[in-house]
């Protein structure tokens, strides 16, 4: 299969399951026209975390990296009145336009963005008591997945679950001898994910309008 074809099979996933929602397509078109990279999650993609985090009844959200907003729309949509998001973004200029999108989509009273290092942010999450997050996404800066997933444990609760996109890499994670940090990070997740006795993990390869890679997911089965 090619790049067309994975592209064009997610295109006719999203018009059949997925349909035409103007907050959504506004965000991406923001983000387009601000220069943001589209490194954004596929619509299907953004709608898989939108029922997972319905699925875990999550009334407490922590996303790793915002970009425009446009998982974060996904994921704030899950939330039950008075459900809240913390989002964390570095860039002054992504976390810009996704504040803009979050007050079109109506979720500005849902999102706390905060702008900053998130190795710096997590700390003061952490000393403002925010958790037990119910739900951590993680889709920031790979070589950092280590760092994210240990605060992610420390932030969350038996029955959390813990998300972490890009790990597939388009199968350079197998590559040990890659000098690339972004390939080391994921390489360093996943040994930390097959020696942490207090999480069930498991990764899937996915492909589509976003290349080839994949997510893992960890479900926190031991206290934390």
Do not use: C
Not at 94 to 117: I, Q
């Amino acid at each position: 299969m090619s790049q067309q074809q994975w592209t064009a099979v997610d295109r006719y996933i999203t018009d059949q399951l997925a349909p035409h929602d103007e907050a959504l397509e506004e965000a991406l078109r923001a983000s387009d026209a601000a220069g943001l990279p589209a490194i954004h999650v596929a619509p299907n993609q953004g709608k898989f975390l939108h029922l997972l985090a319905r699925l875990q009844g999550a009334r407490n959200i922590l996303e790793v990296g915002t970009l425009g907003g446009y998982s974060t729309i996904w994921l704030a949509r899950a939330l039950p009145p008075g459900g809240r998001l913390v989002t964390l973004e570095m860039d002054p200029k992504h976390a810009e336009v996704a504040r803009a999108n979050l007050a079109r989509a109506g979720l500005s009273e849902v999102v706390d963005l905060r702008v900053g290092k998130a190795l710096d942010t997590l700390p003061l999450i952490a000393a403002e008591k925010r958790g037990p997050f119910d739900v951590v996404f993680i889709d920031a800066d790979k070589r950092s997945n280590p760092d994210y997933f240990q605060w992610a444990l420390k932030l969350t609760r038996k029955g959390s679950l813990i998300i972490i996109d890009n790990v597939v890499r388009n199968g350079a994670v197998v590559d040990a001898t890659s000098t690339d940090p972004n390939i080391q990070g994921v390489r360093r997740l996943y040994e930390m994910l097959a020696a942490e006795p207090r999480v069930s993990t498991t990764a899937v390869q996915t492909v589509g309008s976003k290349g080839y890679d994949g997510f893992a997911m960890a479900l926190v089965t031991g206290d934390v």
